[in-house]
């Protein structure tokens, strides 16, 4: 495998950054992941345009014009024979003696490109078989908007999820509204059918992917609502789901040792499912 690391194309294996790196000392950065399907690139501009605002909203600088960042993605795609997979993006401020501050003289901002292959099989049968997840108190800053990578609580949910037994996680606010899950957004389908997903206007990363469906979801004629939800409707939910760039839609069948409707992938996120690569450019 290869990777891009500031400016260069290098064996994975020896691949780094500096000690002084400040997305190392104080997660002092920004990230993207990006779908890969039958090679081509799943919503790269609105993948970009988020990233512009993650950046934007730390006072950082592009690393490079987007034409050249397209063409350095591309590049490692094709270097690492990437035709169904995932690529990860991220910018940082660069290295510089550690010191809280934003450097006097300016860095040169890090940017690394990773690339691989996704083994299908594995999120087919999350497909089929849907996932079970925990709930966990939000515990998290209020800036998830920022795709930043301070992933420190998101990293603790999903071990807790796993040692559970669970295989994910959803943060639920102390008035039990639902939030996201610990790398995806949540969706449902409502006891009426109305497809939901609560607003991303604050308190949630608002996901590519979620977007995305949300135009789906339309064309296939859903009623749907951007509304918030608590965790009595979504236990009594049709249907409930993860988004995210890596797994577009995952079915929910059990939360907190709880079965979600019958126990089984519901046939609303299929759909979506279906129709979300014909939309996605
Ligand atoms: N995570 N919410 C959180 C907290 C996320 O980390 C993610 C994505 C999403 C969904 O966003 P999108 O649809 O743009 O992928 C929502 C990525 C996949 C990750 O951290 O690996």
Redesign the pocket.
Known sequence: RIAYVNGRYVPHADAAVHVEDRGFQFADGV?E?CEVRQGLIVDLTR?LD?LDRSLRELRMKAPMARGSLTLVIREVLRRNHVRNGIFYLQVTRGAARRDHFFPAAETVPTLVVTAKNTDPAVVTKKYANGIKVITVPENRWDR?DI?SVG?LP?VLAKQQARDAGAQDAIYVDRNGVVM??????VWIVASDGTLVTRPAEHG??K????TTILDVATRLGLKVAEREFKMDELLGAREVFF????GSCVPIVEVDGRTIANGHPGTTSAAIRDAFFDIAE
């Open positions: 990230y992941v993948h988020r998830v795709k992933l998101n996201e899950g610990a790398s995806s957004n949630i990363l996901g590519i992917t979620r988004s995210s760039a890596t």
